[in-house]
């Protein structure tokens, strides 16, 4: 597809061709690019925001590499589906999805990132900072797109993140609420997780904070707005 539709046609005395291409230009139906996008956002974050942490966590170099190209390549091509165009060979998808207008700079400012860190453990945790950066903007360019206002929610639970999301506020261009939610993660999650652990169970703390927690202040904070 990308061949068809990129670089100028010198010839096509029959016009056979450049009907072909015009239509190509449109890129993919809404209902085949919608699923595209979808699938490309599901192995981001399953290999950038779910696996690479892990991957360096353990200090298992290979993993995380291997984490952060799948991320890499899921992101590139989810840049070229916002911008309705047709991902390149990979050699060149890097050097031309960062040109393109939507989400090229945060693109090309990831994929750096990305390249130039180790990725041998803990101490290389910039790299997943940088992919979740990335997918927040994602996340608010998608909701834009289909006519969504976009606010951003920071539950503050006393780990470090607050400036970091300011940070990412700012540049979105998203309107930012920070609740503290100490004393409910605390009552919620944390007790009942350690009480159920010294118990001999194997409790799923998320189980716990969906409802209780992040969802119920995610109510909160649309009933405000």
């Known amino acids: 597809m990308a ?14 061709f450049s ?6 230009l449109a890129c993919y139906p809404r209902d085949v690019r919608l699923k595209k996008l979808a699938a490309r956002c599901m192995v981001a974050a399953q290999a950038g925001q779910y696996n690479l942490p892990r991957s360096l966590e353990r200090g298992d170099g290979v993993a995380a590499m291997l984490a952060a190209a799948r991320f890499a390549e899921a992101a590139l091509s989810l840049v070229f589906l916002c911008n309705r165009r047709y991902m ?3 050699k060149w998808a890097g050097r031309l999805g960062r040109r393109l207008p939507i989400l090229g700079e945060e693109l090309g400012r990831t994929l750096d990132i990305l390249a130039a860190q180790p990725l041998r453990g803990p101490q290389d945790m910039d790299a997943v900072r ?3 950066d990335f997918c927040a903007a994602v996340a608010a360019h998608l909701l ?8 951003g929610l920071y539950l503050d639970n006393g780990l470090p993140g607050a400036d970091a999301a300011r940070e990412a506020a700012v540049s979105l261009s998203v309107p930012l609420t920070i609740t503290d939610s100490r004393e ?3 009552q919620y ?4 997780f350690a009480e159920a652990y010294l118990r001999g169970e194997t409790p799923n703390p998320c189980i716990l904070c969906n409802p209780a927690v992040k969802f119920r202040a995610l109510l909160d904070e649309a009933e405000r707005i």
């Open 88 to 90: 390149p060979f990979y």
């Open 130 to 132: 940088t992919v979740e």
């Open 189 to 192: 999650v944390c007790t009942p």
């Open 184 to 186: 409910a993660m605390e």
């Open 3 to 16: 061949a068809c539709t990129s670089g100028e046609v010198f010839e096509d005395g029959a016009g056979e």
């Open 19 to 24: 009907r072909w291409r015009e239509a190509l």
């Open 144 to 151: 834009r797109e289909s006519g969504l206002e976009v606010y």
